[in-house]
């Protein structure tokens, strides 16, 4: 698996109406996308830091991950996700081969329409991790 750079890192807030002031109006970066990923059960905002993107996530539901990590831990860093070159389902595969624990055994689409998996944060140093197309 070749890692080509960090694709975003995820950020559970509670409202993204709420925390874009902080990112747009202090940080002066800029949203230029919101969207609900159904199946996740959260509204997702993207911003740009020069390659790398911040994507705010606000859960839609008490079911979704989201919610139920703001209830354990609080707002804050929630995932890291790497972009990786050949592909997610080879990479899957190198990571199962390497003892990691899958929690996507194969890869689905994400936001913005890009393939992607979890591995779970228990085999990866405690970090949520994700795997990106490219
Ligand atoms: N980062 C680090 N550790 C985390 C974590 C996170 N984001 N979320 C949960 N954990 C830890 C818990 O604190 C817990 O640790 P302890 O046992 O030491 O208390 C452990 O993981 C729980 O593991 P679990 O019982 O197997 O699973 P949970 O029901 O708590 O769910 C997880 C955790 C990561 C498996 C689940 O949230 C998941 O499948 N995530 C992937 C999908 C996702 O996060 N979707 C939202 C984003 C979607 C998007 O980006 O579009």
């Known amino acids: 698996m070749k890692i080509s750079h960090i694709e ?3 950020i ?6 709420e925390a874009l002031p902080y990112f ?13 990923v159904e199946d996740q059960k959260v509204k997702t905002a993207f911003l740009k830091v020069g390659e790398v993107k911040l994507e705010l996530l606000e859960p839609t539901s008490p079911e979704s991950a989201i919610a139920k990590f703001i209830d354990k831990k609080g707002v804050g860093l ?3 996700a790497f972009a990786v070159e050949d592909g997610v389902a080879n990479a899957l595969a190198e990571m199962e081969s390497k003892e990691i624990r899958l929690i996507d055994k194969t890869s ?10 979890f591995l779970h944060p228990k085999s990866t140093a405690g970090i949520l991790t994700e795997l990106c197309e490219g």
């Open 8 to 10: 975003h890192l995820g």
């Open 12 to 17: 559970a807030v509670k409202s993204i109406e």
């Open 24 to 36: 747009e109006n202090v940080l002066g970066l800029k949203c230029y996308n919101i969207e609900v």
């Open 78 to 80: 929630h995932h890291l």
């Open 108 to 117: 689905r689409k994400g936001a913005e329409g890009l393939r992607i998996a």
